[in-house]
């Protein structure tokens, strides 16, 4: 809104105009007041009123005197005491400029400026000044204008405040002319008729808790504010009103809550949790927590400060496992949530912070009594119990293998944030959280590493390294809540692809699978590495076996006929490496096996060498992040196998001139964080691949 008062000087003529009496010249002395003649002389004054322009952002203007809506101009001049004279009225552009007849002595200037020509439209301002006119010298007259106000604005300096902590907030009121600009300058408001107007503020809140700095404006003010004390909870409306115009009101108020943390994630149906809950923004006497499902009933909510309240939770005997959503709400607004974990099972206690029965090959084991691996195995058997830590503070487990897969519903609470740590020891993957719902809560899991397994390189081919994915959590097809989890030096490493140069073996090797790698061919091809464990070989030109794994396993290859048919590559199971293709370079016309494909993660197996056929076996393509094996060389032949697909793709080779390619197979990939969904959900989320949103960028 445009400031509209601006001091207007009128500069008076040097020229006198006679009025009655007989002609002559002017006197050479000026002529006061007190001795003026008879008849009485004039002097022409001239006026000029500069227009501000009008912004098109009423922000940005800068506080001006004259309004940027005026048209036109008005000035009546007339003795003091006497009425004043016919108005002169001007019509303006940017300027106002004209002149009018004063008296000599002293007079009394009216100016009025308004919205339209002619004199037309609205008042915007007014202006009444006496002074003393003299000739023969420069007169000029200083004269303030005051707005005439038609409307009121309130506004503050913040809409929010903090709630428990005294404190003040700036409180801006104006009165707007009858075009909306912001009245300003150093003159008092005033009506249409001329008369002052005192702007009176209010405050709603009856409390005492709150005190407005000024109440009565008679002219444009700044510097006004509203105290308030901690005990203030109200969300008051400051009022500004005045005779003859609409009020105004603007509402302080408190900003919405916001939840952090709570003091206990899980809790067993049946019992009662109490809560410590942190955030902001909390109020005295209007403040309620709430969980999302039923089953879980909350009481006893005492605010103790803004960033801190105590609370009840009550869990049915026949409240439902998983997690609920747990917001606070004030006559402000409601929170985000924060999961709160029901367990329907019993409750295991960890208390050993050892890990010394991993198993064969590691992560096969069933763990020792009160460790945290044997803790998972006994939770899988059934659904719903909680896995607790008392095995001191803080206790470090670190792992001699990955932990079993988590099958069925469960809670693992490491208590306390800071009280859990599981430590991969740079060797191997933490959870991995097979089918269920699974809470994992308050654990800090560092060092884990996830490491694909190496493909295996045979004569000329060479199979592909399997995925490193997931380090600290690897999600199957589990819906997974991840709670106050914080991550430390966690990493993911693709397999190596295997080398197809320098091997003398004339099979497949097998590719690398999620964890184990790839087993090499000799007469039979290689097995593809599973989840754990390595694969095998095979024999008499079959394929070989898969390594071992959580879900299915890679199968055996065989060997239909020794005389028709290639030797069949192991087909890789979920995680899992293709077997390597068979040999057929001693059995006639055949063509060299193909490689099997890799499963999810796992590299594809490298194809077979062929006979005197004309094509050598294939690689075999690799599954999600695993690389494709390379395919075999067609010793008697003319054209190389085909590379397999995934994960970049190994290349077929040949020495014949058939479709080329690069001897060595890729690496397998790798994802970019330590939790990764395959086919569940995370905190909700069913994006699959890495999932960021589950990392704790801090120690919660």
């Not at 506004?155 to 003040?168: D, E, F, M, N, Q």
């Not at 995925?467 to 690897?474: D, N, P, T, Y």
């Not at 057929?584 to 194809?607: D, H, V």
Request: negative net charge; glycine residues 22%; aromatic residues 4%.
């Amino acid at each position: 809104m445009i400031a509209r008062k601006r001091l207007l000087a009128l500069a008076l003529v040097a020229s006198l105009v006679a009025c009655g009496g007989a002609g002559g010249s002017a006197p050479s002395s000026p002529i006061l007041p007190g001795n003026a003649p008879t008849q009485p002389q004039t002097e022409s004054v001239a006026f000029r009123i500069l227009i501000p322009a009008a912004s098109t952002a009423s922000a940005a203007r800068s506080p001006r005197y004259i309004s940027a809506s005026t048209q036109s101009a008005s000035i009546a001049v007339g003795p003091s005491g006497g009425s004043p004279g016919t108005p002169v009225v001007i019509n303006c552009t940017s300027v106002c400029s004209g002149t009018v007849s004063a008296p000599v002595g002293s007079d009394t200037f009216t100016v009025n400026l308004y919205d339209a020509a002619n004199g037309g439209g609205h008042l915007l301002s007014t202006g009444t000044l006496t002074q003393s006119i003299v000739i023969d010298q420069a007169n000029n007259v200083n004269l303030t204008f005051n707005g005439v106000v038609a409307s009121l604005h309130i506004a503050l300096a913040s809409p929010t405040i903090v709630p428990g902590s005294a404190g003040s907030v700036g409180v801006n009121v104006s009165a707007l002319d009858a075009d909306g600009n912001t009245i300003v300058g150093p003159g008092t408001y005033v009506n249409a008729a001329g008369s002052p107007v005192s702007i009176t503020l209010s405050d709603s809140d009856t409390s005492g808790n709150s005190t407005l700095s000024q109440t009565s404006v008679t002219q444009p003010t700044s510097g006004i504010t509203l105290g308030y004390t901690a005990a203030f909870s109200a969300n008051p409306t400051i009022t500004a009103s005045a005779s003859g115009v609409s009020s105004a009101s603007v509402v302080l108020h408190f900003p919405a809550p916001t939840l952090s943390t709570l003091s206990v994630v899980s809790g067993v149906a049946g019992n009662v949790v109490n809560e410590t809950v942190t955030g902001t923004n909390f109020v005295s006497g209007s403040t309620t927590l709430a969980a999302s499902g039923s089953g879980v009933t909350v009481s006893s909510v005492s605010v103790t400060d803004s960033t801190t309240l105590t609370a009840t939770f009550t869990l049915a005997g026949s409240a439902a496992f998983g997690t609920q959503n747990v917001t606070v709400s004030t006559t402000n607004g409601t929170s985000g949530s924060f999961p709160f974990a029901v367990a329907t099972g019993s409750v295991l206690t960890v208390t050993a912070a050892t890990d010394t029965s991993p198993g064969t090959p590691p992560g096969t084991g069933s763990g020792a009594v009160g460790d945290l691996r044997s803790a998972i195995l006994a939770a899988d058997t059934q659904t719903g119990d909680t896995i607790v830590f008392n095995c001191g503070a803080p206790c470090h487990i670190t792992l001699a293998g990955p932990l079993p897969p988590m099958t069925a519903n469960m809670v693992i609470d490491g208590g306390a944030y800071g009280n859990v740590v599981i430590d991969g020891g740079n060797t191997y993957r933490a959870f991995w959280a097979q089918s269920g719902t699974i809470v994992l809560a308050n654990l800090e899991i560092e060092n884990a590493l996830a490491h694909g397994g190496n493909g295996v390189g045979s004569e000329y081919t060479g199979s592909g390294g399997g995925a490193g994915l997931g380090a600290g959590i690897f999600v199957d097809g589990a819906s997974l809540s991840a709670i106050n989890l914080y991550f430390l030096n966690d990493a993911v490493v693709g397999g190596n692809g295997g080398d197809g140069q320098a091997i003398t073996d004339d099979t497949g090797g097998g590719g690398g699978g999620l964890g184990g790698d790839g087993a090499p061919g000799t007469n039979g091809a290689g097995g593809g590495g599973g989840i754990l464990g390595a694969g095998s070989a095979g024999a008499s030109f079959n394929g070989g076996s898969g390594g071992v794994g959580f879900s299915n396993i890679a199968a055996s290859g065989s060997l239909s006929s020794s005389t028709a048919t290639p030797a069949t590559p192991g087909i890789a199971g979920y995680g899992g490496g293709g077997g390597g293709g068979g040999d057929y370079i001693g059995l006639g016309s055949f063509n060299g096996g193909n490689g099997g494909a890799g499963g999810f993660g796992g590299g594809g197996g490298g194809g077979g060498n062929g006979g005197s056929g004309i094509y050598d076996g294939g690689g075999g393509a690799g599954g999600f992040g695993g690389g494709g094996g390379a395919g075999g060389i067609g010793h008697g032949g003319s054209v190389g196998g085909a590379g397999g697909a995934g994960g970049g793709g190994g290349s077929g080779f040949n020495i014949s001139g058939g479709a080329g390619g690069n001897l060595a197979t890729l690496a397998g990939g790798s994802d970019a964080t330590p939790v990764f969904n395959f086919a569940g959900s995370v905190n909700g989320s069913t994006a699959t691949g890495p999932v960021a949103s589950a990392l704790g960028s801090s120690p919660p």
